[in-house]
């Protein structure tokens, strides 16, 4: 019987945990996605401060017309025209939201629930495309409604995406027929 308890005597419990290392790490790991977060939101806000020059979004004047089309869908955001990750963020051009879209003769109405709604006027309307992407989105090729406008001295391309994509077509038609017509009315 003696052989035996040579071995009992080398056998080790098991370690115990050591909570305080355990919690310190996690405290650790939350600070620092908090750090991160608040660079984050730091980053967006100086954005804005920098184009504090952005005028004030127009809104829509009492009679528009008729209307020419009607969409609902998403507005993905704008950017610097031709600089699809350029963002703008300043007077809530930056929120992605919910779009109602609304073409009259007198410009593009864009209705945004839980954001800042903003109107084009016709006169500043400059283009109408099919892309693929505008600043953090990114779809199939001709997903994406872009509108390009200006804005002060700024030309800009906002991104829409219809909740029924073969809008996109006749979106696209009618804008640059609508921006033809104006600019030649202009030169007269």
């Not at 993905?76 to 350029?86: E, K, R």
């Not at 709604?117 to 500043?124: C, T």
């Not at 200006?150 to 996109?168: I, K, W």
């Amino acid at each position: 019987m003696t052989p035996l308890l040579p071995l009992a005597a080398e056998q080790k419990s098991a370690e115990v945990t050591d909570w305080a290392a355990r919690i310190g790490w996690l405290v650790g790991i939350v600070l620092f996605i908090a750090l991160v977060y608040w660079l984050m939101r730091e980053g967006w806000k100086w954005r804005g401060t920098l184009q504090g020059d952005l005028p004030e979004l127009p809104t829509a004047p009492e009679d528009t017309g008729p209307v020419r089309l009607n969409m609902s869908g998403r507005y993905h955001g704008s950017t610097t025209a031709g600089q699809w990750l350029d963002r703008i963020v300043a007077h809530g051009l930056g929120t992605r939201s919910r779009a109602e879209l609304t073409l009259t003769d007198a410009g593009l109405d864009v209705v945004r629930p839980g954001a800042s709604d903003f109107f084009v006027p016709a006169s500043q309307l400059r283009e109408a495309r099919l892309d693929k992407g505008i600043a953090g989105k990114v779809l199939t090729e001709g997903g994406l409604l872009v509108v390009t406008w200006q804005h002060g001295d700024r030309l800009l391309d906002s991104g829409f995406r219809s909740d029924r994509a073969d809008e996109h077509a006749a979106w696209v038609e009618t804008l640059n027929t609508m921006i033809d017509t104006t600019e030649t009315e202009g030169a007269r």
